[in-house]
């Protein structure tokens, strides 16, 4: 049974949880139940951890992180499998993700060394001064990560505040803890520290709280559903933390006349499907202007029609296999309902059977389905997507934008007043034009409205795990 990482030891805890398959329902591993006094000890941990690795030369710890990196790589098959075995997606798709998580580490390891602070001449009323901007790691940071993608996720927080010099205490999902748990295995390897990376395992009901609202912890980065996003943040509130929040989405895609419209639907196909639909981020409401929204649905039906979802271990099987179970029962079971009072004409997909386990949904395309429905106003977490036709392009945006979230979103067009319009006037923190809904490591990613607010990738990232602090010196005459 894998053990969690506090202060350099692996530890156990007096109860255990289960790692359920969802392909399968089979159990795959144990690993602890935390308790709140675990959480103490994490969070203790990193706290003696933080004087050294505040101080250590920044190239020494960007060593340290191209280390990770280089050794996640080399492990990069045993990591997919484990992430394919607890999460459900196929071996292809957790070998991109371990990519990513390769890559994203890269990046802030270079970037480590890239932290400027500002030197400014100051007026000379009260006698020659100039001033300086520092910039100071923050503590000890909680980095909450989801089930969807939970190696990319942790990527996204613990390079950022290593790199600057914090230390973590991350708690992955309940449900999918074993790459995590392994992951940082590899980052101790490498020469992090002990107590400058920890891990505490369990459900986030029973040791989210402690961790949030532990009184050491300075700096909170928390990915996951909206409604349990504002209850981290009202954690934060009394010890006044800072807090990012990625939390949920309802990207929409806006298809014009003049859309290259196999491209979009390539993409959307990717942007929907990928990860049986499970990410805040991707295409969840399609707008497709009149003139072309026929062949759009077509070429959308006929594609989604070559998906057969399937166990993800069974790639040498199926080699055609793209897509796995959704994580939960629970989520399925919502999915469905969503499906059922969404209205609208079912053109494929939907159904729960072909399997005698796991919990499997058939990729749907639904058209114009109620713009009250529950398919329309909430997040749909997995492989459904509603499309609607549309004759005016501001009647597009507007529908784009009525919605609580605010995430990402995308316009296929040639049209330079209307790339410019979507950039403008679509309430999201990022717009794709002819793209792919994809997190770029080198830009700024993060919300607006109920999605969240903060950033993570890019540079802008660095910006939330440091304190700014003005120094000014005198008595230069």
Not at 386 to 404: E, G, L, M, Q, W
Request: proline share 5%; hydrophobic share 40%.
């Amino acid at each position: 049974m894998p053990q969690m990482l506090i202060g350099g030891e692996q530890r156990a805890a007096a109860a255990e949880l289960e790692v359920v398959n969802p392909a399968t329902e089979e159990v795959v591993d144990t690993v602890p139940a935390a308790s709140a006094e675990d959480v103490n000890s994490a969070v203790e941990a990193a706290k003696r951890a933080f004087p050294e690795w505040s101080k250590t030369d920044t190239e020494k710890r960007a060593a340290v992180l191209a280390a990770a990196a280089d050794l996640i790589e080399q492990n990069a098959k045993e990591l997919a499998a484990l992430l394919t075995s607890e999460q459900g997606k196929p071996i292809a798709e957790a070998m991109g993700e371990v990519t990513h998580l390769v890559h994203g580490v890269h990046y802030y390891a270079e970037a480590a060394t890239k932290v400027r602070g500002v030197h400014q001449e100051l007026p000379s009323a009260f006698g020659p001064a100039y001033g300086m901007v520092i910039r100071r790691p923050m503590g000890v940071c909680a980095a909450i990560t989801p089930y969807n993608f939970p190696l990319t996720l942790l990527g996204t927080k613990v390079a950022p505040a290593l790199a600057t010099g914090n230390t973590v205490v991350a708690k992955p999902a309940a449900t999918t803890p074993l790459a995590t748990l392994r992951v940082a295995e590899l980052f101790a390897e490498a020469g992090v520290p002990d107590g400058v990376l920890n891990v505490v395992t369990g459900r986030g009901s029973e040791i989210g709280d402690a961790l949030v609202s532990h009184p050491d912890v300075r700096r909170v980065a928390f990915t996951g559903s909206t409604e349990v996003g504002k209850h981290v943040a009202s954690l934060s509130v009394p010890d006044l933390k800072r807090v990012t929040l990625e939390l949920g989405g309802s990207d929409p895609v806006i298809v014009c006349e003049d859309a290259d419209v196999e491209a979009a639907v390539k993409a959307v196909i990717i942007g929907r499907y990928w990860n049986a639909g499970q990410a805040c981020l991707g295409c969840k409401r399609v707008y497709v202007h009149e003139s072309v929204y026929d062949d759009f649905v077509s070429q959308l039906v006929d594609r989604v029609s070559r998906y057969e979802p399937g166990d993800g271990t069974m790639k040498a099987e199926k080699p055609k296999l793209r897509m796995g179970p959704i994580h939960t029962q629970h989520g399925r079971d919502e999915l469905v309902e969503q499906i059922e009072d969404g209205g609208g004409e079912v053109l494929i997909g939907g159904g729960t059977g072909g399997h005698d386990r796991g919990w499997f949904l058939e990729p749907a395309v639904i058209a114009e389905p109620r713009e009250d429905s529950r398919l329309v106003r909430e997040e749909v977490f997995g492989p459904v997507l509603p499309v609607f036709r549309y004759s005016d392009f501001d009647d597009a945006i507007r529908r784009a934008n009525d919605t609580r979230y605010g995430l990402g979103s995308s316009i296929w067009t040639h049209d330079v007043r209307k790339i410019h319009r979507a950039a403008q006037d679509i309430d999201a923190g990022m717009t794709w034009v002819n793209q792919i809904h994809y997190g770029y490591d080198e830009l700024p990613f993060g919300g607006m409205k109920e999605s969240g607010f903060g950033k993570e990738h890019g540079l802008e990232a660095l910006d939330h795990y440091v304190e700014l602090k003005s120094v000014v010196v005198g008595g230069l005459a």
